[in-house]
């Protein structure tokens, strides 16, 4: 099976960037074409490593995302987010470590809140505040759909779930971050 991700640069087949190289446009002609913006929590508990083959949540979650942007090219902008937010233009969350800002991330993904764009979160669901962060949702006009991808029976899944609803979105779970792009997948197809 080959990966998705072009080891001589870093960059995801199907990622913002790498849409760019292939069309010899700025990467702000690709994000304005981008249908959905996925927040990942990078968090120090996104490092745990209880996913399928032993691998952490994160790396299961970034081999998912990976397989969703080569299969819609363009279309999703991926953030990273823990104590603070990072644009991910290559496709490959940043693992930060550290807290989990949800409302932070919420707020400085907020200027997409536009034009029908798609929102997602994908998490443990365990952030700093999360009276903060379902109040920021409840800002948004478009939906922020959930992912899971915590451990069974984790309070996590309740708050997202939580957070889902404060915006109108769905909640799904990709237990211990398996099949993560299908869930993914099936959130931007239903939103159409």
Partial sequence: MTTAIDRRNGVVK???????????????ASFVNAECVILVDTSGSMGAKD???????????CDELA?????LPGKLAVLSFSSSVTFCPTGTPDFIGGSTDLAGALDYAK???????QFIVISDGEPNNPI?????????????DTVFVGPEGGSGRDFLDKLARASGGQAVRAHQATALADKLHRLLLESK
């Avoid at 397989?67 to 299969?71: D, E, F, I, N």
């Avoid at 200027?111 to 764009?117: F, L, S, T």
């Fill in 14 to 28: 199907g990622s913002l960037a790498d849409v760019t190289r292939q069309n010899h446009t700025h990467l702000a």
């Fill in 51 to 61: 996913a399928i083959g032993g691998k952490s949540r994160f790396d299961q979650a």
């Fill in 67 to 71: 397989k969703l942007q080569s299969v």
């Fill in 111 to 117: 200027v997409a809140d536009v034009g029908g764009m």
């Fill in 132 to 144: 903060t962060a379902l109040a920021t949702a409840r800002k948004y006009t478009g939906k922020i």
